[in-house]
């Protein structure tokens, strides 16, 4: 399974840093997507990292601002997000996907965790 922790109620400009633990499967055997469902709107990839962190992409909105990066000794990956805007807040999620290409097809993605409120005021 994937467990996400880190989100809260930060002001804009503030910064947070979302983690994904991994549980009961070697996480550095797969690329990790993070998503977000802002309410009312539907769930959006907005960064991917392959398996050995070589390749990292983003959501052209928070290029700059958010950085994704892994840990494969310590089973977890992480998303750090800076200068926050109000348009961030929402439910952050990990997922895991053996699918090098296409990252932002959620389709491809076989395992998710639960997801992780970030709420950005002011």
């Known amino acids: 399974q994937l467990v996400e922790s880190g989100g809260g109620l930060v002001q804009a400009g503030g910064s947070l840093r979302l983690t994904c633990v991994a549980s009961?499967?070697?996480?550095?055997?797969?690329?990790v997507g993070w998503f977000r469902q802002a309410p009312g709107k539907e769930r959006e990839a907005i960064s991917y990292i392959s398996f050995s962190g070589g390749r990292r992409v983003y959501k052209d909105s928070v290029e700059g601002r958010f950085t994704i990066s892994r840990d494969n000794a310590k089973n977890t990956a992480y998303l750090q997000l800076n200068s926050l805007k109000p348009d961030d807040t929402g439910l952050y999620f990990c997922?895991?996907?053996?699918?090098?290409?296409?990252?932002?097809?959620?389709?491809?993605?076989?395992?998710w965790g639960q997801g992780t409120q970030v709420t950005v005021w002011g």
């Open positions: 997922a895991r996907t053996k699918w090098g290409t296409d990252w932002r097809e959620q389709r491809n993605y076989d395992v």
């Open positions: 009961g499967f070697p996480l550095e055997n797969f690329h």
